[in-house]
């Protein structure tokens, strides 16, 4: 019923800069929250952004003032602009919604992306 579509992953000079995009579609009625995840080799996915229906974004403390989420409510697509980027930052990124359906408004549902590969080269 829902898709989130991820674009944007890549290779990457340490230093560098990367933008990434979802775009979420189906029978949405409301989207509560976007954001993005990611997962390295070996460790547990964890959040780096997300952006709720205020559009006040929240930030894992490593990635604050290198990373800006952004999000237009109109395309339901959520952004994610990544500048100096670390070899630690290399991870899987997961797009992340948290929204409800035309079909069962009162219920919220957590839906994945299928993830994009961001590698930072040293």
């Known amino acids: 019923q829902v898709q989130l579509v991820e674009s944007g992953g890549g290779l990457v000079q340490a230093g560098g800069s990367l933008r990434l995009s979802c775009a979420a579609s189906g029978s949405i009625f409301r989207i509560d929250a976007m954001g993005w995840y990611r997962q390295a080799p070996g460790k547990q996915r964890e959040l780096v952004a997300d952006?709720?229906?205020?559009?006040?974004?929240n930030y894992a403390d490593s990635v604050k003032g290198r990373f800006t989420t952004s999000r237009d409510n109109a395309k339901n697509t959520v952004y994610l602009q990544m500048h100096s980027l670390k070899p630690e930052d290399t991870a899987v990124y997961y797009c992340?919604?948290?929204?409800?359906?035309?079909?069962?408004?009162?219920?919220?549902?957590?839906?994945w992306g299928q993830g994009t590969q961001v590698t930072v080269a040293s």
């Open positions: 952006i709720r229906s205020d559009n006040e974004p």
């Open positions: 992340n919604a948290k929204l409800r359906l035309n079909s069962s408004p009162r219920i919220q549902f957590n839906y």
